[in-house]
């Protein structure tokens, strides 16, 4: 099939693969975007896979606060002490303070949800399934469908980007690790809400978030 230079850039600016590279990738996956940065992960040309493996000790914390409602610190890390002064990468953490805020996530990564809550979502999703009268042979795939929705949910790194919802949290630190050419870590977050865990009015947060960011 033909592939557009237009394509080869989007996957070389969103990889850091050579362009070869990520028009062979496309090729093999028949022009799928996402089919093919997986693709290249795999075989390891991703420059962001092989920097995601590199020490990031250095960094910054930063605090963002929404009308005095919600509150958030957030540490990202990165290899050296320049890049985290410079303008992208500041405005990366407070894109993700951001994130935090609106999206509420509970955890940075799929590894870090405990286990036995995952266990437990699973046996509420398939009991869904078998409720619904879905057949046997196929309830499994439609669980582990669904877990994904779930991850979503309380991952930041699985969330759509709150500016750029068809990209993923996830798609979007690849790229920044691409570009700026060092690893970069969310290492961890807290998120504070005003009367969290106490009966009040439900009121949309993440609707004012969005608001401000101008969304």
Do not use: W
Not at 55 to 66: M, N, Q
Not at 109 to 122: F, I, W, Y
């Amino acid at each position: 099939m033909n592939i557009s230079a237009a394509q080869v850039k989007e996957l070389r600016e969103r990889s850091g693969a050579g362009m070869l590279d990520c028009k062979n990738a496309l090729i093999e996956t028949n022009g799928d975007v996402e089919k093919a940065i997986d693709l290249l992960r795999e075989k390891g040309l991703s420059k962001a896979a092989k920097k995601s493996g590199r020490i990031a000790a250095e960094g910054l914390v930063d605090a963002y606060i929404h009308g005095g409602r919600i509150g958030v610190l957030i540490e990202v890390n990165s290899e050296t002490d320049f890049v985290a002064k410079t303008d992208e990468f500041k405005q990366f953490v407070r894109d993700m303070a951001m994130q935090v805020a609106a999206a509420s996530p509970k955890y940075v990564s799929k590894e870090e949800v405990p286990a036995e809550e995952v266990e437990r979502e699973k046996e509420v999703l398939m009991q869904q399934v078998v409720n619904e009268g879905k057949p046997e042979h196929v309830a499994s795939k439609i669980v582990e469908g669904r877990l994904e929705k779930f991850y979503e949910q309380i991952c930041l790194l699985e969330q759509p980007f709150i500016k750029e919802p068809s990209v993923k949290v996830n798609e979007l630190l690849n790229e920044k690790i691409a570009k700026i050419g060092e690893n970069i870590k969310i290492r961890r977050f807290v998120r504070f809400e005003v009367g969290e865990g106490l009966e009040k009015k439900e009121e949309n947060f993440a609707e004012e978030v969005a608001k401000q960011m101008g969304m």
